[in-house]
């Protein structure tokens, strides 16, 4: 995504942890393997570090419910909207999250953000996010604010300083 990288290095100038959680069902539906799911998350690092960006932290659920395979083919307290994944970064990371801002793009996201208690959540409009904005009016979990993107939604928490 354009700009994220310096949006990135940005916070981390600032020392504000970054830090990803992502569903990855495509493990459970056997399109892809744990390794090979590293090797992206590996490869999206070097793609950061040239340009001065650091994730603090990849979390990933490879499960789903309803589909896919064994062992894969679960019901977890990882995948989003269940707040697994956040929980266990705030643990690993000594995170206060009612001090921590989430931005995603989908009201699951924005679901397990205000479950884990989270406080400030953010929806980007891409990804899904824009057609995940349509369904919010009939949603318990509202985010904070919406924002085009997650560089813009940075740069409207921190000001321009921090992408500069």
Do not use: W
Request: net charge negative; glycine share 6%; charged share 20%.
């Amino acid at each position: 995504m354009p700009g994220i990288a310096n949006a990135i290095a940005g916070l981390n100038r600032r020392d504000i942890p970054v830090v990803v959680v992502t569903n990855q069902s495509a493990v459970a539906r056997g399109l892809i393997t744990e390794p090979e799911l590293h090797k992206i998350h590996r490869h999206l690092a070097a793609l950061l570090a040239e340009e001065n960006a650091v994730l603090d932290a990849i979390y990933y659920c490879p499960h789903h419910p309803d589909a896919g395979y064994p062992p894969y083919k679960i019901a977890c307290e990882c995948r989003k909207p269940a707040p697994g994944m956040i929980l266990q970064a705030a643990r690993d990371h000594r995170l206060d999250l009612p001090s921590c801002v989430f931005i995603g793009d989908t009201l699951s996201d924005i679901e397990a953000a205000q479950r884990a208690d989270v406080g400030h959540t953010i929806l980007v409009r891409t990804g899904h996010g824009t057609k995940e904005a349509a369904l919010m009016t009939g949603s318990r979990f509202q985010p904070h604010n919406i924002s085009t993107d997650t560089p813009s939604a940075i740069r409207e928490l921190f000001g321009d300083d921090v992408s500069a």
